[in-house]
């Protein structure tokens, strides 16, 4: 298990099982999945946020009225159901021990056959991840069948917005076509059961971006090459499904180096391609637009705008291009994005000339984000756009255009209105979570890029948006007393401060006075004793742990605090506080209200930085660690002593809610192993015994971060998921 830090998002999971090319049924996570134990059936839902992540991909159907699909690059695909205007999960089925399929590298539609859908999958391709895999399904991702790949797969890496990368071949609907990024082209003549490697005139780089795009053009079909330095060839053709080559005439330079997209007009026979200088979606500075008549071989740039323009601050327009998506009723109309042009903002371009001319639809669009209020960020109104490289044009509705961005999908119906079509697709890689034991809000979850959230209701986004003064990208840490939950206090990345405090649950916040030194490069975990008079701010393994008693006005080095561990506050004595040392194995507490901290049980198990120390609600010094594999501890003495828990093997994160009825101890709530599954367990008598209460259908591949029960409502219970936001079930 390690964290990994590529993008915006980390993947907290252990390496992916690894297997050889074969067909077999989907497998529910592990070989040995089981179904929940008697009692244990759940209703699960996601918690409502509203997107909240990067929307690599969108393909409508070319020949089936209302059928779309969404891809994330760690949140798994997506089935638009058109009656509802909802978004429907189709990976939710992903186990534990397959968390890097639930990054979705490509997908592809067979437009003969609507109810076929493929799925590439694979979120890395480091060598500590999983090799890929292709789902296919018959009934538009209802159920599926697998098989695994022996190649890696990068849909949460640089160039997780290009694509697609898996073609189903014009000629003939039983053969397929996958690019990879480091290991060429692979066919498939037998509808995705099995893959070999084909000949392919560019050589793979280790690092580089391989096969960017595959894209039908009448019979024949294009690749773009994603490794060239802007001198060679970067996009190949075949016309007859063995031969490729490079396409002559195609556009050179800096500002055509990396084809990101391509779309193909039938009605004109013309190819429309985005390029950037880099595949996104950071670091493009520069990008143009081309296009190629297929019946004659002519190049025509076609760029809206050229990069590199002057801006008002003095700065430079640098940007490049991402999506591009043809209007199958109007000839020659086109919509393409920019991406990365942070100064000016990204915008969508369309032309129905051909790209003669455009118009950028930004410049009259009124934005309505009512149901998302958080896409503020904190400020007086919503921007356009930013990571805008899926783009689509609804096949049988010209005016309905959708692009996803860094954290939704806006949609318009009329090319002037947009709103977020997110309704059921939920991304977020969520941290933390706390449910409070009294107030308005049932939970406040912490989040990567999205920070706070404080939920009024689990069914609708919340209406205070993310948590500001200040905004948080990502939530490092977040916190209540116990004994005074109206007191809050949350850490994490931000622009404008590192940490804040709230005195109303959660719905408004006031920045700390001061902070520590390193809190702006290296925020950490933080947390406050039962009475909110203290607290204990963590800053990883290079700094000392700080202490304030004045509500953050100033702070005090800890130097007896274990470097890097995370504090944990006892809910009832708001002098003691306890801390895991995970590089040493030793439980140090605190009984002078954080001032110094005492090593206590040593010996524990060490070297992994998610080990869990939590503290049972109502009660001192009752201690519960989890240790991942090497299972589950309890101390009932302050620390002092550990004893394992026999009842499981394997414990990743652990959580308490409302007792049941009759029972004097609260409902303990884990995600780890009783048997040979790792999944959600619920106790109800001191983690003496389990019941499993998700199942097969319900497993969101990692979901070692966090879990919470209700403190106010029996059997409820979260669960933070790395890609499908919060989750939680009920009792059916």
């Given at each position: 298990?390690?964290?990994?830090?590529?993008?915006?998002?980390?993947v907290?999971?252990?390496t992916?099982?690894?297997?050889?090319v074969a067909?077999?049924p989907?497998?529910?996570?592990s070989?040995?999945?089981?179904v929940?134990?008697?009692g244990g059936a759940y209703?699960w839902?996601n918690?409502?946020?509203?997107?909240t992540g990067?929307?690599?991909?969108?393909?409508?159907?070319p020949?089936?009225?209302?059928l779309?699909?969404?891809?994330?690059?760690?949140?798994?695909?997506y089935?638009?159901?058109?009656r509802t205007?909802?978004?429907?999960?189709?990976?939710?089925?992903i186990?534990?021990d397959?968390?890097n399929?639930?990054?979705?590298e490509?997908?592809?539609?067979?437009?003969?056959h609507?109810?076929?859908?493929y799925?590439?999958?694979?979120?890395y391709?480091?060598?500590?991840a999983?090799?890929?895999?292709v789902l296919r399904?018959e009934?538009?991702g209802?159920t599926?069948?697998?098989?695994d790949?022996?190649?890696k797969l990068?849909a949460?890496?640089d160039?997780?917005?290009c694509?697609?990368?898996l073609?189903v071949?014009?000629?003939?609907s039983?053969?397929?076509?996958l690019?990879?990024?480091?290991?060429?082209?692979?066919?498939?003549?037998?509808?995705?059961?099995?893959?070999k490697?084909v000949?392919?005139?560019?050589?793979?780089s280790a690092?580089?971006?391989g096969?960017?795009?595959?894209v039908a053009?009448?019979?024949?079909?294009?690749?773009g090459?994603?490794d060239s330095?802007?001198?060679?060839a970067?996009?190949?053709?075949?016309?007859?499904g063995?031969?490729?080559k490079?396409?002559?005439?195609q556009?050179?330079?800096?500002a055509?180096?990396?084809?990101?997209r391509a779309?193909?007009?039938?009605?004109t026979c013309?190819?429309?391609?985005?390029?950037?200088?880099?595949?996104?979606?950071?670091?493009?500075?520069?990008?143009s637009v081309?296009k190629?008549?297929?019946?004659?071989?002519k190049?025509?740039?076609?760029?809206?705008v050229k990069?590199g323009?002057?801006?008002?601050?003095?700065?430079?327009?640098?940007?490049?291009y991402?999506?591009?998506?043809?209007?199958a009723?109007?000839p020659?109309?086109?919509?393409?994005?920019?991406?990365?042009?942070?100064?000016?903002?990204?915008?969508l371009?369309r032309s129905?000339?051909?790209?003669?001319?455009?118009?950028s639809l930004?410049?009259k669009?009124?934005?309505?984000v009512?149901e998302?209020?958080?896409l503020?960020?904190?400020?007086d109104?919503?921007k356009f756009?930013?990571?805008?490289q899926?783009?689509?044009?609804d096949p049988f509705?010209?005016e309905?255009?959708v692009?996803?961005?860094?954290?939704?999908?806006?949609?318009?119906r009329d090319?002037?209105?947009?709103?977020?079509?997110i309704?059921g697709?939920?991304?977020?890689?969520?941290?933390q979570?706390i449910?409070?034991?009294?107030?308005?809000a049932?939970?406040?979850?912490?989040?990567?890029d999205?920070?706070?959230?404080y939920?009024?209701?689990?069914?609708a986004s919340?209406?205070r948006?993310?948590?500001?003064?200040?905004?948080f990208?990502?939530?490092t840490g977040?916190?209540?007393?116990?004994?005074k939950?109206?007191?809050?206090v949350r850490?994490?990345w931000?622009?404008?401060?590192?940490?804040?405090?709230s005195?109303?649950?959660?719905?408004?916040?006031?920045?700390f006075t001061?902070?520590?030194s390193?809190?702006?490069?290296?925020?950490?975990?933080?947390?406050?004793?039962?009475d909110g008079s203290?607290?204990l701010w963590?800053?990883?393994?290079?700094?000392?742990?700080f202490?304030?008693?004045?509500?953050?006005?100033s702070?005090?080095?800890?130097?007896?605090?274990?470097?890097?561990?995370a504090?944990?506050?006892d809910?009832?004595?708001?002098?003691?506080?306890?801390?895991f040392d995970t590089?040493?194995?030793t439980?140090?507490?605190?009984?002078?209200?954080g001032?110094?901290f005492?090593?206590?049980?040593?010996?524990?198990?060490?070297?992994?930085?998610?080990f869990?120390?939590v503290?049972?609600?109502g009660?001192?010094?009752d201690l519960?660690?989890?240790?991942?594999?090497?299972?589950?501890?309890?101390?009932t003495d302050?620390?002092?002593?550990?004893?394992k828990?026999?009842?499981?093997w394997?414990s990743?994160t652990l959580?308490?809610?409302k007792?049941?009825?009759g029972?004097?101890?609260?409902a303990?709530?884990?995600v780890?192993?009783?048997?040979?599954?790792?999944?959600?367990?619920?106790?109800d008598?001191?983690?003496?015994?389990?019941?499993r209460?998700n199942?097969?259908?319900?497993?969101?591949g990692?979901?070692?971060?966090?879990?919470s029960?209700d403190p106010?409502?029996y059997?409820?219970v979260?669960?933070?998921?790395?890609?499908?936001g919060?989750?939680?079930?009920?009792p059916?």
């Amino acid at each position: 298990m390690r964290t990994f830090h590529l993008s915006r998002r980390s993947v907290l999971a252990g390496t992916a099982a690894t297997a050889a090319v074969a067909a077999l049924p989907m497998v529910q996570g592990s070989a040995q999945a089981a179904v929940p134990a008697a009692g244990g059936a759940y209703r699960w839902r996601n918690v409502v946020q509203g997107g909240t992540g990067f929307i690599t991909g969108v393909l409508f159907h070319p020949s089936a009225r209302g059928l779309a699909y969404a891809r994330t690059d760690i949140g798994g695909a997506y089935r638009w159901d058109d009656r509802t205007d909802r978004w429907i999960p189709l990976t939710d089925h992903i186990g534990w021990d397959d968390w890097n399929l639930l990054g979705v590298e490509a997908m592809a539609v067979d437009p003969a056959h609507p109810n076929r859908l493929y799925l590439a999958l694979g979120t890395y391709a480091q060598s500590w991840a999983g090799n890929g895999a292709v789902l296919r399904s018959e009934d538009r991702g209802a159920t599926w069948k697998r098989t695994d790949l022996g190649v890696k797969l990068g849909a949460n890496e640089d160039g997780r917005g290009c694509g697609e990368r898996l073609l189903v071949d014009p000629r003939d609907s039983d053969t397929l076509w996958l690019g990879t990024r480091h290991d060429g082209l692979l066919k498939s003549t037998d509808r995705g059961a099995t893959w070999k490697a084909v000949s392919f005139p560019a050589a793979p780089s280790a690092t580089g971006q391989g096969i960017t795009l595959l894209v039908a053009a009448g019979r024949s079909v294009y690749a773009g090459w994603g490794d060239s330095d802007g001198t060679l060839a970067n996009l190949y053709r075949t016309a007859d499904g063995t031969t490729w080559k490079a396409v002559p005439g195609q556009p050179a330079g800096t500002a055509a180096r990396v084809p990101v997209r391509a779309a193909y007009d039938r009605h004109t026979c013309e190819l429309y391609v985005t390029y950037a200088n880099a595949p996104g979606p950071n670091g493009q500075s520069d990008g143009s637009v081309h296009k190629l008549r297929t019946t004659s071989g002519k190049w025509t740039e076609v760029t809206p705008v050229k990069p590199g323009g002057p801006t008002s601050d003095g700065g430079t327009d640098s940007f490049g291009y991402g999506g591009v998506a043809v209007d199958a009723r109007r000839p020659g109309t086109i919509v393409v994005s920019t991406n990365n042009r942070w100064s000016l903002i990204d915008t969508l371009y369309r032309s129905t000339n051909g790209g003669r001319t455009w118009t950028s639809l930004k410049d009259k669009a009124v934005l309505d984000v009512s149901e998302t209020p958080y896409l503020k960020w904190g400020a007086d109104k919503p921007k356009f756009g930013w990571w805008i490289q899926a783009v689509g044009l609804d096949p049988f509705d010209s005016e309905h255009i959708v692009y996803g961005t860094g954290a939704t999908l806006y949609g318009t119906r009329d090319l002037k209105n947009w709103a977020p079509e997110i309704r059921g697709l939920e991304e977020a890689s969520i941290r933390q979570l706390i449910s409070p034991p009294a107030g308005e809000a049932h939970l406040i979850s912490g989040s990567g890029d999205i920070g706070v959230m404080y939920h009024e209701r689990l069914t609708a986004s919340p209406s205070r948006g993310m948590a500001s003064n200040p905004v948080f990208g990502t939530s490092t840490g977040l916190a209540l007393a116990a004994a005074k939950p109206s007191y809050v206090v949350r850490a994490g990345w931000g622009d404008h401060g590192n940490g804040a405090w709230s005195n109303d649950g959660g719905k408004t916040w006031a920045p700390f006075t001061s902070q520590p030194s390193m809190a702006k490069t290296a925020p950490g975990p933080i947390t406050t004793n039962a009475d909110g008079s203290v607290l204990l701010w963590s800053f990883g393994t290079g700094n000392p742990g700080f202490r304030s008693a004045d509500n953050g006005e100033s702070w005090s080095e800890i130097a007896s605090f274990p470097k890097g561990a995370a504090p944990v506050a006892d809910p009832v004595d708001p002098t003691r506080f306890y801390a895991f040392d995970t590089t040493t194995g030793t439980l140090h507490a605190s009984t002078d209200s954080g001032l110094t901290f005492t090593a206590r049980a040593t010996g524990l198990n060490s070297g992994d930085t998610e080990f869990q120390l939590v503290a049972a609600p109502g009660r001192s010094g009752d201690l519960w660690l989890s240790l991942k594999w090497n299972g589950l501890y309890r101390s009932t003495d302050g620390g002092a002593t550990f004893t394992k828990v026999s009842s499981c093997w394997a414990s990743y994160t652990l959580g308490f809610g409302k007792a049941a009825e009759g029972a004097s101890y609260p409902a303990v709530y884990m995600v780890g192993s009783t048997e040979t599954i790792t999944a959600v367990h619920r106790s109800d008598d001191e983690a003496k015994t389990w019941t499993r209460v998700n199942d097969d259908q319900h497993q969101w591949g990692w979901i070692g971060a966090a879990i919470s029960g209700d403190p106010r409502v029996y059997g409820r219970v979260y669960i933070a998921t790395n890609g499908r936001g919060v989750q939680y079930g009920e009792p059916a």
